[in-house]
């Protein structure tokens, strides 16, 4: 997401791609209740101020919201207590599907990621990392109407100036024709398109990059890696270097993680500091600063200009490594391995998303009412995690999805269809033989997710009973009847 004022950096990176919540439970809040009368009030104070000079009133009435979007005040409030480790992070963001698609990205759009090189100079899997890390290569872009969600964080809450030119500059790109109205829509805070813009990037830095008259980002995917490319060329993007490597730290070296302290090559030379396999350090960087994202004991980055300019896309060092990471792996054009050389200081490693699916599958069967099966593990899926936790004495009851949750809930949960939900090694889950609702069902329906009391030998007189199973938010599992009638 690119936020141009660094003072609302910090508010609103949470919001950038796939949510990454923390694993500790925070309390969501409830969404508030706005007035529609002071919303629309409001809203007639904007159209008459100096920030929307610059709209026409037909502009602002054609797209004024009818009513206010209390789910992004909502968001706007939900800050979770802890952030995910960073090998969490990055499991997600970097796994095996992602690096796949990247390479595919990569040959489908050589010609232009090569002309997209010659004029901005910036390398072609940078931009990939980028637009990967932000939309799955355009696969999610957000659903949420920007007006609507900007019109309600400009009269509610905090931050309500900032978002007032967000909405004004929103405006002014349908005004200008570069976006149809329908294809305005991103995530809650307001970044829209294949790469994420805040509307005023847009306005600074999108370009019209196939020359079609008009700065299409969301469907036009050239405009769309062109603009980030011109958006890390005027942060400082350095042509020819890397953004940096990772490195092994010499026995006995102590540093701390600051990667603004960039020192020359010939100093880390100097200090015993060599690739990760064990390599000289190259000469391909000016300068580079010491990252250290799980500590001395994990995996060690020298750093330079470039990286500082994906960090600037969105203020998170995690972010940009996983930017920096996710473009070495489309450059080799190799998803075999997505780990650094050095291990994470962990037992538990991070999942993939194929793996969270697996989770979520087999929570499904276990009755868990999660909702869907779509690899992202946010606030429904981390209560179910703690509640199966808490219900089968595994300790800590964190909620969290790691490698050991997988092999235990995967190898514990299981539909009687197996063809429904496989785990990611392509072997069917196992029964819960641990399961006492699962012991109360004699007869699974032709629905997963509906169960039927009276086996079908000896059918009751009024028809089959079913029922689905249901975990509340105490934990407590019960069934709930849904059989005609009910």
């Given at each position: 997401?690119?936020?141009?004022?660094?003072?609302?950096?910090?508010?609103?990176?949470?919001?950038?791609?796939?949510?990454?919540?923390?694993?500790?439970?925070?309390?969501?809040?409830?969404?508030?209740?706005?007035?529609?009368s002071?919303?629309?009030?409001?809203l007639?104070?904007?159209?008459?101020?100096?920030k929307?000079?610059?709209?026409?009133?037909?502009?602002?009435n054609?797209y004024?919201?009818s009513?206010p979007d209390?789910?992004?005040?909502?968001?706007?409030?939900?800050?979770?207590?802890f952030?995910?480790?960073v090998?969490?992070?990055?499991?997600?963001l970097?796994?095996?599907e992602?690096?796949e698609?990247?390479i595919?990205?990569?040959?489908?759009?050589?010609?232009?990621?090569?002309?997209?090189?010659?004029?901005?100079?910036?390398?072609?899997?940078?931009?990939?990392?980028?637009?990967?890390?932000?939309?799955?290569f355009?696969?999610?872009?957000?659903?949420?109407?920007?007006?609507?969600?900007?019109?309600?964080?400009?009269?509610?809450?905090?931050r309500?100036?900032?978002?007032?030119?967000?909405?004004?500059?929103?405006?002014?790109?349908?005004?200008?024709?570069?976006?149809?109205?329908?294809?305005m829509?991103?995530?809650?805070?307001?970044?829209?398109?294949?790469?994420?813009?805040?509307?005023?990037?847009?306005?600074?830095?999108?370009?019209?990059?196939?020359?079609?008259?008009r700065?299409?980002?969301?469907?036009?995917?050239?405009?769309?890696?062109?603009?980030?490319?011109?958006?890390?060329?005027k942060?400082?993007?350095?042509?020819?270097?890397?953004?940096?490597?990772?490195?092994?730290?010499?026995?006995?070296?102590?540093a701390a993680?600051?990667?603004?302290?960039?020192?020359?090559i010939?100093?880390?030379?100097?200090?015993?500091?060599?690739?990760?396999?064990g390599?000289t350090?190259?000469?391909?960087?000016?300068?580079?600063?010491?990252?250290?994202?799980?500590?001395?004991?994990?995996?060690?980055f020298?750093?330079g200009?470039?990286?500082?300019?994906?960090?600037?896309?969105?203020?998170?060092?995690?972010?940009?490594?996983?930017?920096?990471?996710?473009?070495?792996?489309?450059?080799?054009?190799?998803?075999?391995?997505?780990?650094?050389?050095?291990?994470?200081?962990?037992?538990?490693?991070?999942?993939?998303?194929?793996?969270?699916?697996?989770?979520?599958?087999?929570?499904?069967?276990?009755?868990?009412?999660?909702?869907g099966?779509?690899?992202?593990?946010?606030?429904?899926?981390r209560?179910?995690?703690?509640?199966?936790q808490?219900?089968?004495?595994?300790?800590p009851a964190?909620?969290r999805?790691?490698?050991?949750?997988?092999?235990?809930?995967?190898?514990?949960?299981?539909p009687?269809?197996?063809?429904?939900?496989q785990?990611s090694?392509?072997?069917?889950?196992?029964?819960?033989?641990?399961?006492r609702?699962?012991?109360?069902i004699?007869?699974?329906?032709?629905?997963?997710?509906?169960?039927s009391?009276?086996?079908?030998?000896?059918?009751s007189?009024?028809?089959?009973t079913?029922?689905r199973?249901?975990?509340?938010?105490?934990?407590?599992?019960?069934?709930?009847?849904?059989?005609?009638?009910?």
């Open positions: 997401m690119r936020l141009t004022p660094l003072s609302t950096l910090s508010l609103l990176s949470m919001a950038v791609g796939l949510s990454f919540a923390s694993t500790a439970q925070a309390a969501r809040p409830e969404a508030p209740n706005l007035s529609n002071e919303f629309q009030q409001c007639d104070r904007l159209q008459n101020s100096s929307f000079s610059g709209v026409n009133n037909s502009t602002f054609n004024r919201p009513q209390p789910s992004v005040i909502q968001s706007l409030n939900y800050q979770p207590e952030q995910k480790d090998w969490d992070y990055l499991s997600v970097v796994d095996k992602r690096v698609d990247g595919q990205a990569k040959r489908q759009w050589r010609d232009t990621l090569r002309q997209i090189e010659s004029r901005y100079g910036v390398k072609a899997e940078h931009v990939l990392g980028v637009w990967g890390v932000e939309s799955n355009g696969q999610t872009l957000g659903k949420k109407p920007l007006f609507e969600s900007l019109a309600t964080l400009s009269c509610f809450d905090r309500q100036s900032y978002f007032q030119g967000e909405y004004a500059n929103a405006l002014k790109i349908v005004q200008n024709g570069d976006i149809a109205p329908n294809d829509t991103g995530s809650w805070a307001g970044a829209f398109g294949q790469t994420q813009f805040m509307p005023s990037t847009f306005l600074e830095l999108a370009v019209d990059f196939d020359g079609d008259g700065r299409d980002l969301v469907n036009n995917v050239p405009d769309a890696l062109a603009s980030t490319a011109n958006f890390l060329d942060r400082g993007y350095r042509t020819g270097e890397p953004w940096g490597y990772e490195v092994k730290l010499p026995n006995g070296f102590w993680s600051n990667r603004k302290d960039k020192k020359s010939s100093h880390w030379r100097n200090q015993g500091l060599t690739l990760a396999n390599s350090l190259p000469s391909d960087l000016s300068s580079a600063g010491l990252l250290l994202p799980a500590g001395m004991e994990g995996p060690a020298l750093v200009k470039n990286f500082d300019t994906f960090y600037s896309y969105n203020a998170s060092e995690n972010y940009a490594l996983a930017i920096a990471h996710l473009s070495d792996l489309i450059t080799r054009e190799d998803s075999s391995k997505t780990d650094f050389v050095t291990a994470w200081p962990t037992d538990d490693p991070g999942i993939s998303r194929q793996q969270a699916k697996d989770i979520q599958q087999a929570l499904l069967n276990a009755g868990y009412d999660i909702g099966v779509d690899g992202i593990i946010g606030d429904n899926t209560t179910a995690i703690q509640q199966y808490s219900s089968r004495g595994i300790f964190d909620g999805a790691g490698q050991k949750f997988h092999r235990a809930i995967v190898g514990n949960t299981a009687s269809n197996p063809q429904f939900g785990p090694n392509g072997q069917p889950l196992n029964p819960a033989s641990a399961d609702m699962g012991q109360l004699q007869q699974q329906t032709s629905n997963p997710n509906t169960y009391t009276q086996p079908s030998a000896q059918p007189s009024a028809g089959n079913r029922y199973r249901i975990t509340g938010a105490d934990g407590v599992v019960k069934l709930v009847r849904i059989d005609e009638g009910s």
